[in-house]
Nanobody, 123 residues
């Protein structure tokens, strides 16, 4: 049984940093790309970043490049999203997800999802 448990979201101020975590289980990790998506109130779900589990190759949505960093801990089956220089427009529910489509940024390709963690950035 595949399970993704994401955590780490909270209320912060603009300019602060925050690290989200996603612990994964039940996957054959070598086959997967892990991604982070977000959904702001009244908006569509948006790709944020992804990482190919074995190669460590990453990609980012343009608005977070240079501020967010995705990484993984192979031993702990955990994916992280380090978010620096947070802005009010980063406010959203953040979800980690897993796909067998290598490096995909298309949410429709992701078969497994975490429950989401709320990030709120005050101005």
């Amino acid at each position: 049984q595949v399970q993704l448990v994401d955590s780490g979201g909270k209320l912060v101020q603009a300019g602060d940093s925050l690290r989200l975590s996603c612990v994964a289980s039940g996957l054959t990790f070598s086959r997967y790309t892990m991604g982070w998506f977000r959904r702001a109130p009244g908006r569509e779900r948006q790709f944020v970043a992804n990482i190919v589990w074995t190669a460590g190759t990453t990609s980012y949505e343009d608005s977070v490049k240079g501020r967010f960093t995705i990484s993984r801990d192979l031993a702990k089956n955990t994916v992280f999203l380090q978010m620096n220089g947070l802005k009010p427009e980063d406010t959203a529910i953040y979800y980690c997800a897993a796909t067998t489509f290598s490096s995909s940024n298309n949410s429709l390709h992701y078969a497994y999802w975490g429950q989401g963690t709320q990030v709120t950035v005050s101005s």
